[in-house]
């Protein structure tokens, strides 16, 4: 790994030296773990002209399922405690005699830019943008073998959750239970808050579960992901509780569908990104919902849930192949519930069998 991990940081240093930084500071979590394998608390990534860096405000504890650290990439532990890694960094940067540093101001506060800029004056700071989010985009086959067996956990702790008893059992129990088996089957963790919606409330995008029960009839949302070696996945799905559907639910169900599988359809290497979006949106606008949609279809993941690219109406770029993205439709009617149907799917070429669909989960309408 540690070759991957040197290809991408030389990548970023052409981007970094074709803007005139000969040095680049990295502070963004997620992205010092996509460039050295590991992002322990308050760690900064320096790329400086003679030696890249580790620099950590206290001794890392690499003991995370979740690390797998470049070992030819040499740590700096910063000297005492509470020490500021990002400060240390600017200071040996200035050591090896840079005079222009390229820095995240996008996830840097205003008084930490100001305290770097202090810490070594003579250094001119000058902004790197998204680009290690823009080397993210594209994943290489072991990141998508790591989102695939994430899926494979979270489509079996769906699995058995629909095998047991819902009917009287609270959204916040549920949501409990799903995060518990995620980890019991191998999952570092949950790769959000586990959403579980019930009645009225499901179908609506990022609902927090309470502790309203299940009741018979109830359409439930159930959206989740497991987190593997770092990387994100996720899934949504929506049954009926107890009875056959009520005809309204499964017209709005059969809805819900076409537009996510029109989504599904659209990812194609070459793709606009807003194009995906308008496929699936159309299903929903023409058949009268467009005040009930989301604000987008769908979304890349990896190392975060929610990366680039964003499949909105808006949206700018095309899509690549070897890129995870969610499709995620769906509609809320306030005081009735809806439907909301998740997959996440890796971009293919048609050559290659087409979009990758990483969760297999039925999108059959179940009655529970």
């Not at 095998?163 to 799903?178: C, D, F, K, N, P």
């Not at 309204?248 to 029109?262: G, P, T």
Request: aromatic share 2%; net charge negative.
């Amino acid at each position: 790994m540690s070759e991957v991990y040197a290809v991408r940081r030389t990548r970023l240093r052409e981007c970094c030296n074709a803007g005139g930084s000969a040095a680049a500071l990295v502070s963004r979590p997620a992205n010092v773990r996509y460039l050295a394998g590991t992002a322990p608390e308050g760690a900064v990534l320096l790329l400086g002209r003679t030696e890249d860096l580790l620099v950590c405000a206290g001794p890392p504890d690499d003991r995370s399922p979740q690390n797998h650290p470049d070992e030819s990439l040499r740590v700096h532990v910063v000297p005492g405690t509470g020490g500021d890694a990002a400060l240390a960094a600017a200071a040996l940067a200035a050591g090896q005699g840079v005079d222009s540093l390229a820095v995240e101001e996008h996830h840097l506060t205003v008084t930490r830019h100001r305290a770097i800029r202090d810490a070594a004056p003579r250094l001119r700071l000058a902004g790197i943008g998204c680009a290690v989010e823009q080397l993210r985009i594209v994943k290489d086959e072991e990141e998508i073998s790591c989102l695939r067996i994430g899926a494979e956990i979270t489509d079996q702790a769906l699995g058995e959750l629909l095998e047991s008893i819902l009917v009287g059992r609270t959204e916040r129990h549920l949501a409990l239970e799903l995060e518990r088996r995620l980890v019991d089957h191998g999952a570092d963790g949950p790769a959000f808050p586990t959403s579980v919606a019930t009645g009225p409330n499901a179908g609506r995008p990022g609902h927090r579960p309470t502790d309203r029960r299940v009741e018979e009839g109830d359409f439930l949302s159930v959206c989740l992901g497991a987190t593997y070696r770092g990387y994100r996945c996720e899934i949504g799905r929506t049954f009926v509780i107890g009875t056959a559907p009520a005809d309204w639910q499964i017209e709005l169900y059969d809805l819900v569908f076409s537009a996510q599988r029109a989504g599904r359809e659209s990812l194609v290497p070459g793709a606009a990104c807003r194009d995906v979006d308008r496929a699936a949106r159309q299903v929903l606008d023409s058949a009268g919902y467009a005040e009930a949609l989301p604000v987008l279809t769908g979304h890349g993941v990896g190392l975060e849930i929610d990366e680039d690219p964003q499949l909105t109406p808006s949206a700018m770029g095309k899509l690549d192949a070897c890129v995870p993205v969610t499709v995620e439709p769906g509609v809320h009617l306030p005081g009735r519930g809806g439907v909301r149907i998740d997959d996440t799917l890796v971009v293919r070429p048609e050559a290659d069998g087409g979009p990758e669909l990483l969760t297999i989960t039925t999108k059959e309408l179940l009655a529970l």
